[in-house]
Nanobody, 121 residues
Framework: HVQLVESGGDSVQAGGSLTLSCSVSGDTYCLAWFRQAPGKEREGIATIDMDGDTTYSDSVKGRFAISQDIVGKTLNLEMGNLKPEDTAMYYC???????????????????WGQGTQVTVS
């Protein structure tokens, strides 16, 4: 059984940076970050597969970086040049699917954290 706990959400000014972390218990093949703004659908923004390959949505490419600390069992999301439209609840997610599935940024992950709020003004 996989358990995920996010942390690091905060209120920041536009142009600033923030790093989110997700504590991961259990073994998984695919880890991801999603976000959901009020009134909008949940959006996949970054994934990392079992080979360490990463995929990003166009909305965050070049500004965000996903990484995994295997020893510390932590998934991180470094966010830079933050914009007001990045304001959302951020969730980490995990699954056992293939690398191809992992890179598709779909929302069908089996395990989810409780979310951490990021507000950019």
């Amino acid at each position: 059984h996989v358990q995920l706990v996010e942390s690091g959400g905060d209120s920041v000014q536009a142009g600033g940076s923030l790093t989110l972390s997700c504590s991961v218990s259990g073994d998984t093949y695919c880890l991801a970050w999603f976000r959901q703004a009020p009134g909008k659908e949940r959006e996949g923004i970054a994934t990392i597969d079992m080979d360490g390959d990463t995929t990003y949505s166009d909305s965050v490419k070049g500004r965000f970086a996903i990484s995994q600390d295997i020893v510390g069992k932590t998934l991180n999301l470094e966010m830079g040049n933050l914009k007001p439209e990045d304001t959302a609840m951020y969730y980490c997610a995990a699954d056992y699917q293939s690398n191809r599935w992992c890179s598709s940024l779909n929302t069908g992950f089996s395990y989810w954290g409780q979310g951490t709020q990021v507000t950019v003004s």
